[in-house]
């Protein structure tokens, strides 16, 4: 069971009026609520479904409104692609397409999700490197047009399914990141595969515009991200070298941590 709630300010609140409105949120009940008044919300609902033995949680969209603003703040740049699987709650997605986020997909579900709330598909990236082919011919007849890879293997999906796609190369990260959920184990070609990757790309006729990667989950350290990038501009350079079409994108992944560190 869920509770949606809102503690509005006069700098968000004309914001929070029009969410309201979106898709995933509209018809649902929304308490408006005072900044410190979250627990009082918790206590009255224990109090008052004194019967209730499922576990319950509260979505608070003047939080979401708060990360939006500050992640503006911080980083004007950089567009923020929300990732679908970290909460796929429809008021959370709505609230969030509301805003003016991106949304970063791992699967045809979590871009079905996505599309049902109006959002437009360029607003949308496949991040997945190792796609299912059924799910790659989805992302073409929808319009998703940008996805990652990191293999020969998807490389020959993406040519087969989706030729028009425009791809990400994943590189992989160093493991000792000091992130608390490392994923370079997973997934990225690592520094010796990337060339031979942006020649079979660019063989295939396959648009390679941009870098992505991952340093895992709370990564304290701002130098890990230097390094990350440093690596990417390698590979931005190498595809000028090979006089392939110059990239203009640059995925920095997710994961990041929150408070004073992050700030």
């Given at each position: 069971?869920?509770?949606?709630?809102?503690?509005?300010t006069?700098?968000?609140?004309?914001?929070?009026?029009?969410?309201?409105?979106?898709?995933?949120?509209?018809?649902?009940?929304?308490?408006?609520?005072?900044?410190?008044?979250?627990?009082?919300?918790?206590?009255?609902?224990?109090?008052?479904?004194?019967?209730?033995?499922?576990?319950?949680?509260?979505?608070?969209?003047?939080?979401?409104?708060?990360?939006?603003?500050?992640?503006?703040?911080?980083?004007?740049?950089?567009?923020?692609?929300?990732a679908?699987?970290?909460?796929?709650?429809?008021?959370?997605?709505?609230?969030?397409?509301?805003?003016?986020?991106?949304?970063?997909?791992?699967?045809?579900?979590?871009?079905?999700?996505?599309?049902?709330?109006?959002?437009s598909?360029?607003?949308?990236?496949?991040?997945?490197?190792?796609k299912?082919?059924?799910?790659?011919?989805?992302?073409?007849?929808?319009?998703?047009?940008?996805?990652?890879?990191?293999?020969?293997?998807?490389?020959?999906?993406?040519?087969?399914?989706?030729?028009?796609?425009?791809?990400?190369i994943?590189?992989?990260?160093?493991?000792?990141?000091?992130?608390?959920?490392?994923?370079?184990?997973?997934?990225?070609?690592?520094?010796e595969?990337?060339?031979?990757?942006?020649?079979?790309?660019?063989?295939?006729?396959?648009?390679?515009?941009?870098?992505?990667?991952?340093?895992?989950?709370?990564?304290?350290?701002?130098?890990?991200?230097?390094?990350?990038?440093?690596?990417?501009?390698?590979?931005?350079?190498?595809?000028?070298?090979?006089?392939m079409?110059?990239?203009s994108?640059?995925?920095?992944?997710?994961?990041?941590?929150?408070?004073?560190?992050?700030?």
């Amino acid at each position: 069971m869920g509770y949606l709630q809102i503690h509005a300010t006069a700098s968000n609140r004309r914001i929070l009026q029009s969410m309201l409105t979106a898709p995933g949120i509209k018809g649902k009940h929304v308490s408006n609520i005072a900044t410190d008044g979250l627990m009082d919300l918790i206590q009255s609902i224990v109090s008052n479904n004194q019967d209730m033995k499922d576990p319950f949680y509260v979505l608070d969209l003047g939080v979401v409104v708060s990360l939006m603003d500050k992640w503006r703040q911080c980083l004007p740049i950089a567009h923020p692609f929300y990732a679908v699987k970290c909460n796929p709650h429809p008021a959370l997605l709505g609230a969030l397409a509301a805003l003016g986020a991106n949304f970063d997909c791992a699967s045809q579900e979590e871009i079905e999700a996505i599309l049902a709330l109006g959002v437009s598909a360029e607003r949308i990236v496949y991040a997945n490197p190792c796609k299912a082919e059924s799910h790659i011919k989805y992302a073409a007849q929808v319009g998703v047009n940008l996805t990652t890879f990191d293999s020969l293997d998807e490389i020959e999906k993406i040519q087969r399914c989706h030729p028009k796609c425009s791809l990400l190369i994943r590189l992989k990260v160093p493991e000792d990141s000091g992130a608390l959920r490392t994923l370079g184990a997973k997934y990225g070609a690592l520094p010796e595969e990337v060339t031979p990757l942006l020649e079979a790309a660019h063989k295939a006729r396959l648009d390679v515009v941009g870098v992505s990667f991952h340093v895992g989950s709370k990564v304290a350290n701002p130098q890990i991200y230097n390094n990350a990038v440093a690596a990417a501009k390698e590979v931005f350079d190498t595809a000028v070298k090979f006089d392939m079409p110059r990239m203009s994108i640059l995925d920095l992944g997710g994961g990041f941590t929150v408070g004073p560190k992050f700030e």
